[in-house]
C-alpha cells in the first residue's frame, strides 16, 4: 500500500549530515545572506573544545534566516537542526530536509519521534550537533518567546554540552507582518550554556528558566541606540502591519488599524504613526503612540489578558479552513489545501472549528489543557495548530491571528502553571508612549 505523505515524514531516517553536503550548504548561506545581513559574530568559547563531543545548540529564533545564522555562529560545523514537520509537506523544502537530514517537530505538542531523531545524532555519533529553537516559531513581537513545555525536561534528558546561539537584528530583516526581507545588520553570540554536569545537578525547571534568561533578545531595544537601517527596496516599511497590531491606543478600537507603505494608522480615529528603515515609530501630531512596535504587542497582550479574565469571553470569526494533502507535496508557497470554510469559536473552555470538510459537515473542539498556543510560522494571515494528532490551518476573514494568538495564549495561562509567560513580564505595566514635540495626547 502507498504510504501517505504524513507516514514518510514520520519514518524520515535521520543520519549525521554528510561533510560534502554540509560544505555546500554552509557555501549557498554564506553566499546568500552572509554580507548581505553584514553579520557579525563574537564567540565567546572555543569550538574546537567541542568538535569531538556531542553538542545541543539552542538558539532565539527571529526570523527565515536563523539557520543560517546558527550554521555560522557554529562555523560551518555540521548540524542537524529540528523544524517544524508542517514544512516537510511543502515542495520547495523537500530536498534541502532530506540531505540535511532535517529532524521534524510536531510544534507544541510532545513529539516522541522527534526525540528518537535527536537520539540518533546525539547517541550514536560521538561528534553529534543538534540545533533547536526552543521557542517552537519565529517570534511574532520582535522579542523572544519562552521556551516551549518541556524544554528543560529535554535537555536534562541528553545531558550534552548544549551552547547558546543570540541572534540580534535577525527580526528586523524579517519581521513577521512582512514576507519581504529588509537586508541590514546582524550581530550572533555564542557561549557555553550547560556542561553534562550542570545538566545533572539543575532540575528541568532550573534549566528552562536559564534557557528563556540566555535566549532573551528584544531586536527594538537592541537597535534603539545602534539605528542600524534595514533596507526594503520600495520604502514600505509599516505595509502589513495590521497583522501584529490590531489595537488601537488612543481609541481602543480593535481591527481597525491599517499599515499602508511607511504608515501604520488606525481608520476609526487616525491615530498613528509613520515607521522608519531603523524601526523608529515618528507620532502623527497628536497621537498616542508607544515607543516601538513590541512594547504596542505586549500592551495588546495586557488587554487581552483582562478581556479574558471575564468568564464570558468569547470569540468567533468566518475562516477558511486547510489540512495537508494526504499524497504528494504542497507547491505554490501553498501552506495548506484549504478543505472547508466555518466559524471558530474560542471561550474559556477551548476553541472549536464547526464548518465542512471536503464537502461535508465537520466540527471539532480542542480543550484549553490542549491549547496553550498556535503558529503563526510565515507572518501574520493565518495560523496552525494540532488536534488529536492531526494538522489544521486557519485563514480569518480579517487580520486577527495575533489577537486569536494573544487570546489563546492568555486563556491558557490563567487556568494552567503548565507553561506561563517570563517570570518578568509584567502584565501591570503601564503603556510606555513615544516621547515627540509633536506628539498631544488627549
Not at 97 to 108: A, D, E, L, Q, S
Request: with cysteine.
Amino acid at each position: 500500500m502507498k504510504k501517505t505523505t504524513d507516514q514518510l515524514v514520520k519514518n524520515v531516517k535521520i543520519k549525521k549530515v554528510n561533510p560534502v553536503v554540509n560544505g555546500v550548504l554552509s557555501g549557498i548561506a554564506r553566499m546568500v545572506y552572509y554580507h548581505s545581513c553584514k553579520v557579525e559574530i563574537k564567540r565567546n568559547v572555543d569550538l574546537d573544545s567541542y568538535k569531538d563531543k556531542p553538542v545541543i545548540v539552542v538558539a532565539n529564533h527571529a526570523s527565515r534566516f536563523d539557520y543560517a545564522f546558527v550554521n555560522f555562529a557554529m562555523k560551518r560545523r555540521a548540524i542537524n537542526f529540528v523544524a517544524a514537520e508542517n514544512e516537510f509537506h511543502r515542495a520547495k523544502f523537500k530536498f534541502i530536509f532530506k540531505i540535511g537530514h532535517v529532524i521534524p517537530k510536531r510544534n507544541f505538542v510532545p513529539d516522541a519521534k522527534t526525540i528518537r531523531g535527536m537520539a540518533q545524532i546525539l547517541r550514536k555519533q560521538p561528534d553529534g550537533c543538534v540545533a533547536i529553537f526552543p521557542c517552537g516559531m519565529s517570534t511574532t513581537s520582535g522579542a523572544q518567546q519562552p521556551s516551549v513545555q518541556g524544554t528543560g525536561k529535554m535537555l536534562k534528558h541528553f545531558g550534552v554540552h548544549v551552547l547558546a546561539v543570540r541572534i540580534h537584528g535577525g527580526y528586523l530583516v524579517c519581521p513577521k507582518y512582512d514576507v519581504k526581507e529588509r537586508f541590514g545588520k546582524v550581530e550572533i553570540e555564542l557561549d557555553e550554556l550547560f556542561t553534562p554536569k550542570d545538566l545533572q545537578n539543575l532540575t528541568a525547571e532550573e534549566i528552562q528558566l536559564k534557557v528563556d534568561e540566555a535566549l532573551f533578545t528584544d531586536d527594538y531595544e537592541w537597535n534603539a541606540t545602534r539605528q542600524n537601517s534595514y533596507n526594503r527596496k520600495d520604502g514600505k516599511y509599516a505595509e502589513n502591519m495590521e497583522q501584529i497590531i490590531y489595537k488601537c491606543p488612543k481609541c481602543g478600537t480593535e481591527m481597525q488599524m491599517k499599515g499602508v507603505g511607511k504608515e501604520i494608522k488606525c481608520l476609526h480615529c487616525g491615530n498613528g504613526a509613520t515607521l522608519d528603515s531603523r524601526y523608529n515609530l515618528v507620532p502623527f501630531v497628536g497621537s498616542k503612540i508607544p515607543v516601538n512596535p513590541r512594547e504596542w504587542f505586549d500592551w495588546q497582550r495586557r488587554e487581552m489578558r483582562k478581556m479574558v479574565s471575564d468568564p464570558d469571553f468569547e470569540m468567533e470569526e468566518h475562516v477558511k479552513f486547510g489540512l495537508m494533502p494526504r499524497y504528494g507535496y504542497l507547491k505554490h508557497n501553498k501552506v495548506s489545501n484549504v478543505v472547508g470554510e466555518g466559524v471558530l469559536h474560542l471561550d474559556k473552555e477551548g476553541m472549536s472549528y464547526t464548518g465542512t470538510r471536503e464537502g461535508e459537515a465537520w466540527t471539532v473542539f480542542i480543550p484549553r489543557d490542549s491549547l496553550s498556543t498556535i503558529c503563526l510560522p510565515v507572518d501574520g494571515s493565518f495560523f496552525y495548530t494540532y488536534a488529536s494528532g492531526e494538522f489544521l490551518c486557519f485563514t480569518p476573514d480579517s487580520p486577527s491571528c495575533v489577537r486569536w494568538s494573544l487570546a489563546i495564549e492568555e486563556i491558557y495561562r490563567l487556568n494552567s502553571a503548565k507553561w506561563n509567560n517570563y517570570p518578568w513580564f509584567d502584565y501591570n505595566s503601564p503603556l510606555k508612549l513615544k516621547k515627540s514635540k509633536l506628539t498631544q495626547l488627549t
